[in-house]
């Protein structure tokens, strides 16, 4: 791949598992230094694993312990990335995760969970990083942009999902946090894009895909016909984060096999 992001330093969110180790190891491959952030001592080895990985394939990184929904635990983050790179060029707000339950069952523990790391962990992540990239100015030596925000957010910014609608309401949040983010920054060059992601392959969604039964059903929602993979995600995170999409701010990108074209009508019932 074209070193696109050489001398830029990244931060990947929840990047020991599924779409965050796509992003950190396309972005690595691209040239950029990669700090894979993972949410507790448990996710450490995995962590770990990855960056050895992004090493062994002449990458650079490191690994960075932080619950993303922690305000201190963020900022000293972001603090220990700038003492030790000098700065951060690139933010990928990843970690999330979903809690599942009917609406009249949901717990207001599973509510809060939900909007506290995939709403709340994506705004105290935001704010370091925009308060970094204002601190430091531009870097046009590496980039066109002063700094550049990626959201993950999902289709569901888009579809409703009842059964999920904590995880549903957190994502469709993301994408006015997003696009007022790029709104009020852009006049710094700092440019903000959300990825939305249909089905990935990764254990978030496990239960879609483990049995041929499973990924059949799954089938009659993606016209491509196949499972993303986190490479898929990875290489549209490359590409925003790098002056390619130089002109691109404040979008919401679909990458999904076109499962936002509705399969279900494509027979014109
Ligand atoms: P995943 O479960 O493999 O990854 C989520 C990561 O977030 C894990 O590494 C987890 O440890 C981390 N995380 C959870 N809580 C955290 C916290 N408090 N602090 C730091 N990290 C934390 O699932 P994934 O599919 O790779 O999901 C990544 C992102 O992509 C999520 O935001 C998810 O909503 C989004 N997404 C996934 C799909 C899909 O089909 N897989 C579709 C749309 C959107």
């Known amino acids: 791949m074209e070193k696109v992001l050489k001398g830029q330093i990244a931060l990947v969110t929840g990047a020991s598992s599924g779409i965050g180790t796509g992003v950190a190891k396309s972005l690595a491959e691209a040239g950029a230094t990669v700090v894979i952030n993972h949410s507790s001592a448990l996710s450490h080895d995995n962590a770990e ?16 312990q932080c619950d993303v929904s922690k305000e201190d635990e963020v900022i000293r983050m972001f603090a220990d990335i700038v003492a030790t790179y000098g700065t951060i060029d690139i933010l990928v707000n990843n ?17 809060n969970t939900v909007i506290n790391i995939n709403l709340t962990g994506q705004f105290l992540c935001a704010r370091e990083a925009i308060r970094e990239f204002l601190r ?9 942009a002063t700094g550049k925000i990626i959201c993950m957010s999902s289709v569901h910014e888009l579809i409703p999902w009842a059964g999920h609608i904590n995880y549903a309401a957190s994502k469709g949040a993301i994408k006015m ?11 710094r060059r700092i440019r903000v894009n959300s990825i939305c992601p249909g089905a990935i392959q990764t254990p978030i969604n496990k239960a879609a895909w483990d049995t041929p039964q499973a990924l059949n059903s799954l089938m009659t929602l993606i016209p491509y016909n196949r499972i993303g993979q986190p490479a898929d995600v990875g290489n549209l995170a490359v590409f925003l984060a790098s002056d390619l999409s130089d002109y691109i701010t404040g979008a919401s990108i679909f990458i999904d096999g076109g499962m936002t074209v509705f399969e279900s009508f494509a027979t014109g019932g």
């Open 95 to 111: 970690a999330g995760l979903q809690r599942d339950a009917k609406f009249d069952e949901m717990t207001l523990e599973q509510w």
């Open 136 to 144: 430091r100015g531009p870097r046009p030596e590496v980039s066109a």
């Open 177 to 187: 946090l997003m696009q007022s983010l790029a709104q009020e920054y852009g006049d």
């Open 49 to 64: 694993a990855v960056l050895k990985e992004i090493t062994d394939a002449g990458g650079a990184g490191m690994t960075a």
